[in-house]
């Protein structure tokens, strides 16, 4: 059982009751436009759910996807899951989604950089990648963030919701992952939504 604290979030396993908090921003065309999935009807939401509890009994695991919780407001806010599709390469795929209301404040960096310092320190991976449509600025904000360099950009690679999307690639692999660790340790973060 995952559960990993940051500053302001704790990243943990979901529960079969938190269908109702992630259908708060699930069921939210606005959340899921850029995706695959969504809107979600409730039964979307909660096979989602049960789908990461099923997952996580996995041996071995393959998909981590933790439940955001912020802990001043108590509250699910979100999702973060980093899935090994090439367990011999030790390879995997970073994703995140947050609830519109806490957006724009550095919760998704904060999340993600937890994750794939898990990923890296605890599991072993050597490269973590992560997808955006060129258009969603946000998720690809959180990418540089978290030091994630541009691998790729591909034309018309997904048809999404009736239209084809034009995707970015980022990537990081684990000695730059650790470069960055030890630069941020000669210069500390002076914020507290800062990456972890
Ligand atoms: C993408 C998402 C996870 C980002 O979460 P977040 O917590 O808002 O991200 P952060 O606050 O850590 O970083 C976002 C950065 O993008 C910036 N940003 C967001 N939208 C922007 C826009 N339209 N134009 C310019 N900058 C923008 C923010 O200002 C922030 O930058 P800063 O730290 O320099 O201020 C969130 O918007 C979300 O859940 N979207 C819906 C689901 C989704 O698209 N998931 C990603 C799938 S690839």
Not at 39 to 60: I, Q, Y
Not at 94 to 115: D, P, V
Not at 177 to 194: C, F, I, Y
Request: proline share 2%; hydrophobic share 35%.
């Amino acid at each position: 059982m995952v559960n990993i604290q940051t500053n302001r979030l704790i990243l943990r396993e979901f529960e079969d009751e938190d269908w109702v908090s992630v259908h708060e921003y699930a069921k939210d065309a606005e959340v899921s436009k850029y995706m695959e999935w969504g809107p979600n009807t409730e039964k979307e939401t909660r096979n989602f759910v049960k789908g990461a509890r099923t997952f996580r009994r996995d041996d071995p695991r393959r998909h981590y996807e933790m439940a955001i919780m912020h802990k001043e407001d108590k509250k699910l806010v979100g999702g973060c899951g980093l899935t090994i599709f090439d367990a011999g390469m030790r390879q995997a795929a970073l994703g995140y989604t947050l609830h519109r209301e806490y957006w724009n404040k550095g919760i998704a960096t904060e999340a993600a950089s937890c994750l794939v310092r898990y990923g890296f320190e605890e599991l072993g991976l050597h490269r973590i990648h992560a997808t955006c449509d060129v258009l969603n600025i946000g998720s690809a904000a959180v990418m540089k963030k978290l030091g994630m360099r541009q691998e790729g950009h591909f034309l018309e690679e997904r048809l999404i919701k009736g239209s084809w999307r034009n995707t970015f690639l980022y990537a990081i692999l684990s000695s730059e992952w650790r470069a960055k660790e030890v630069l941020k340790n000669l210069n500390p973060p002076q914020r507290s939504d800062e990456v972890q």
